[in-house]
């Protein structure tokens, strides 16, 4: 009845980790396998503003997606397979939760309140709006985090 496939979206912040907690006791208390995934920029856009090397900025956010893979596996937790998209992260989590058949998606929030939310959007409430299946969104508890006048 639970799903077979988690995806936990990461973006390396403390938000993300304890979304990473949580996925980590999910899959292992459901037998689910668990899938990590890190979007990094789209390429196009980093360039048409500065001067980055493009296999640095893939580099990077490889680095960043093997950091949380470390850190689950250090943990106690087990990751099938860690997976490196650049681009829109919504649009490239919910793609990649159909690809993998992902039965729930597992992002951290930031919180941020409603005047923020509609000027920034969020992708946490993107992924929720367009997610084919379940999505659970761990929301810290703001000590110390920034923004916790936001919530």
């Not at 980093?46 to 493009?54: I, K, N, Q, R």
């Not at 490196?84 to 159909?98: I, K």
């Not at 959007?121 to 703001?142: M, N, Q």
């Amino acid at each position: 009845m639970f799903p077979t496939k988690i995806l936990l979206a990461t973006d390396g912040s403390e938000h993300a980790r304890r979304a990473a907690r949580a996925a980590v006791e999910l899959a292992q208390k459901t037998g689910s396998e668990l899938h990590v995934v890190h979007v990094g920029p789209a390429l196009p856009s980093v360039f048409a503003y500065t001067e980055l090397d493009p296999a640095r900025v893939e580099e990077e956010a490889r680095g960043m997606l093997e950091e949380e893979v470390r850190r689950i596996r250090e943990s106690g937790g087990a990751v099938a397979e860690g997976h490196l998209r650049l681009g829109d992260p919504a649009e490239n989590v919910v793609s990649l939760a159909e690809e993998l058949g992902a039965g729930l998606i597992v992002v951290g929030s930031r919180g941020l309140g409603g005047l923020r939310r509609a000027l920034m959007g969020s992708v946490s409430e993107s992924v929720v709006r367009h997610a084919h299946c379940p999505v659970l969104v761990v929301r810290g508890d703001g000590e110390g985090m920034e923004g916790e006048g936001d919530r």
